[in-house]
């Protein structure tokens, strides 16, 4: 089994700056793709930005030219740094990545339980 516990989040005027923190325990032969999604109130989940196991990134465009997601495989940890945050980057983010507990297992893909972030104007 493997655990993510997530943190950073909180409460930011518009402008201002969060650093999201990702760490995975447990069980964790390798990861491959490590994720942060988001859900505002009343819509769906969506991808804010992902990294595959070769440093490889992608950002949804909202969010792109303004986050960046990085890693540290010896840490099992993902980041995501979130600058000139708006309003409309309030949400619960969440954690996503995909792991196996030894090398002949499948793939398996875990959610962080979410951290806040509210953007005031």
């Known amino acids: 089994q493997v655990q993510l516990v997530e943190s950073g989040g909180g409460l930011v005027q518009a402008g201002g700056s969060l650093r999201l923190s990702c760490a995975a325990s447990g069980t964790i032969f390798s990861i491959n793709a490590m994720g942060w999604y988001r859900q505002a109130p009343g819509k769906q989940r969506e991808l804010v930005a992902l990294i595959n196991s070769n440093g490889i990134t992608n950002y949804s465009d909202s969010v792109k030219g303004r986050c960046t997601i990085s890693r540290d495989n010896a840490k099992n940890t993902v980041y995501l740094q979130m600058n000139s945050l708006n309003p409309e980057d309030t949400a619960v983010y969440y954690c996503?990545?995909?792991?196996?507990?030894?090398?002949?297992?499948?793939?398996?893909?875990?959610w962080g339980q979410g951290t806040q972030v509210t953007v005031t104007s």
């Open positions: 996503n990545l995909a792991t196996r507990p030894s090398s002949w297992s499948p793939l398996k893909a875990y």
